[in-house]
Nanobody, 115 residues
Framework: QQQFVESGGGLVQPGGSLTLSCEVRVSAFSLWEMGWYRQAPGKERELVGRIGNRGNTYSSGSVEGRFTISRDNAKNMLYLQMNNLKPEDTAVYYC?????????WGPGTQVIVSS
């Protein structure tokens, strides 16, 4: 059974917005620090941001001020609100644990930012 199932990606114009969702199929979800990651074509996967079990967040410099991570512990869900999207945000987006990602990655969700 997959631990992480991402959804919500799509094609959006520069300056647009998208909200990604991730169903997290692990026990004690509320105790885990979670993260969003992305992998652009030809590049290594990188951390987009993390959210701690108390809701404290960290965002990478490239998305700070544009992306917001949130979680719903009652539903085992993780979210990524993306605003003012840029072409360089084009990537496959994944969720996983924040500090020590599991080797079992989900399928990801594709985000394409293009006019």
């Amino acid at each position: 059974q997959q631990q992480f199932v991402e959804s919500g990606g799509g094609l959006v114009q520069p300056g647009g917005s998208l909200t990604l969702s991730c169903e997290v199929r692990v026990s004690a979800f509320s105790l885990w620090e979670m993260g969003w990651y992305r992998q652009a074509p030809g590049k290594e996967r990188e951390l987009v941001g993390r959210i701690g079990n108390r809701g404290n967040t960290y965002s990478s410099g490239s998305v700070e001020g544009r992306f917001t991570i949130s979680r719903d512990n009652a539903k085992n869900m993780l979210y990524l609100q993306m605003n003012n999207l840029k072409p360089e945000d084009t990537a496959v987006y994944y969720c996983n644990f924040g500090s020590a990602p599991s080797s079992s990655w989900g399928p990801g969700t594709q985000v394409i930012v293009s006019s």
